[in-house]
């Protein structure tokens, strides 16, 4: 057996045994801030489950997404992504890392100066995917969001649920085994944001775990998932099949 086999089996050991998502005793200071933005956090999330994190702004629910993302290390304890360690990542294994997670924004964050097609494609081409294949993929993922009509649309000229969708193709397309969104349905309006929040749900049933921080209690209340809520830097509640809880 090969090292990069056994380090392979090693992981997948450590995600059946702690979850695919691992927070030891994580706190997050940022320098020159006073509280923690997440504080001696511990949280375990298991191979294809869909949890919701909730709670009020600045309770420090993206940076428990940046923290996942290796956007940050934590400042004590360990945040640990499908088998690894984030602060024990060496630079030149940040770039595989990052590709086996999909990330979705409140703002979309598109190429404004490109056509659908191309911000999808733009993933495949940073990880070198074979032309021939790459032009089988985008379709198809482009078809499963409802897009494929308007693959040559410019992405200025869609409007934000059609944002989001190709921002969700973007993420998915290069099957990436954790879907993390922030606040994805933020800019969108209620129908719009469901169809986005059924897509993931979709993604999910497929076998993708997902990990969606919002702050709206009708999609919490309505998808009966796990709901993870936090309060200043701490997990006040996790509740299978939660329910959205209001502050005050
Ligand atoms: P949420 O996403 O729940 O609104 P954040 O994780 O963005 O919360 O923020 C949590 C806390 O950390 C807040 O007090 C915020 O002001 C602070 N914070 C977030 N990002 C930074 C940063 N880059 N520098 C300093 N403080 C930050
Ligand atoms: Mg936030």
Redesign the pocket.
């Known amino acids: 057996m090969t090292l990069k086999e056994k380090n392979r089996i090693k992981r997948e050991n450590f995600i059946e045994d702690h979850g695919i998502i691992y927070l030891d005793k994580v706190s997050m200071s940022?320098?020159?801030?006073g509280?923690p933005?997440?504080d001696n956090v511990s949280l375990r999330i298991d191979k294809g489950e869909f949890v919701f994190i909730t709670?009020?702004?600045?309770?420090?629910?993206?940076?428990?997404?940046?923290l996942l993302l290796r956007e940050l290390v934590p400042t004590e304890g360990s945040v640990y992504v499908n088998g690894y360690n984030t602060k024990k990542l060496r630079h030149g294994q940040i770039p595989k890392f990052r590709r086996s997670l999909g990330v979705v924004f409140q703002d979309f964050r598109l190429l404004r100066d490109r056509n659908v097609y191309e911000n999808v494609a733009f993933a495949q081409r940073i990880i070198e995917v074979p032309s021939a294949q790459m032009r089988r993929n985008v379709p198809s993922i482009l078809s499963m969001v409802g897009l494929a009509g308007k693959y040559k649309s410019n992405v200025r000229k869609l409007s934000g649920g059609e944002q989001q969708r190709v921002a969700l193709a973007r993420a998915l397309i290069n099957k990436p085994s954790i879907l993390l969104a922030?606040e994805p349905t933020g800019n969108l309006d209620p129908s719009n944001s469901w169809e986005i929040m059924n897509m993931i749900d979709e993604i999910n049933a497929m076998g993708t775990t997902v990990v969606v921080?919002t702050h709206s209690p009708e999609i919490v209340n309505a998808m009966k998932k796990r709901v993870v809520t936090?309060r200043k830097?701490i997990i006040v509640n996790d509740e299978e099949e939660g329910l959205y809880i209001n502050e005050d």
């Open positions: 940022y320098p020159e801030e509280a933005a997440v709670g009020d702004s600045g309770s420090g629910k993206s940076t428990m997404i940046k922030d921080v936090m830097g």
